[in-house]
Nanobody
Framework: QVHLVESGGDSVQAGGSLKLSCTVSGNTGVANFMTWFRQGSGEEREGVAGIFTGAEKTYYADSVKGRFTISRDNAKNMLYLEMNSLKPEDTGKYYC???????????????????WGQGTQVTVSS
């Protein structure tokens, strides 16, 4: 079992920045691939950014490339999402999630993920 707790969500003006954190506990050894998802009001959950254990490869949604950076600190069991140049369309609840092998489908497919946090709200006003 893996327990995930997100933090760092806030209300900011467009153009601002935020850094989200996800604390990982429990059987952290299975957290091979982790991703940040977000879900706006009335919208489907979408993958924002994903990363492997060794950070050897990262994935980003087209809508956030160049603005968001995913990273992890395995020694501290932490996952981060640094968000810059925020836009109103970035508003939503942000979740961290863990996928365990075998990995199937796209990194952004939510059914691939076994463990989820409760989310942290990000609101960007224009």
């Amino acid at each position: 079992q893996v327990h995930l707790v997100e933090s760092g969500g806030d209300s900011v003006q467009a153009g601002g920045s935020l850094k989200l954190s996800c604390t990982v506990s429990g059987n952290t050894g299975v957290a091979n691939f982790m991703t940040w998802f977000r879900q706006g009001s009335g919208e489907e959950r979408e993958g924002v950014a994903g990363i492997f254990t060794g950070a050897e490869k990262t994935y980003y949604a087209d809508s956030v490339k160049g603005r968001f950076t995913i990273s992890r600190d395995n020694a501290k069991n932490m996952l981060y999402l640094e968000m810059n140049s925020l836009k109103p369309e970035d508003t939503g609840k942000y979740y961290c999630a863990v996928a365990v092998p075998p990995f199937t489908g796209s990194w952004s497919d939510s059914p691939r993920y076994r463990f989820w946090g409760q989310g942290t709200q990000v609101t960007v006003s224009s």
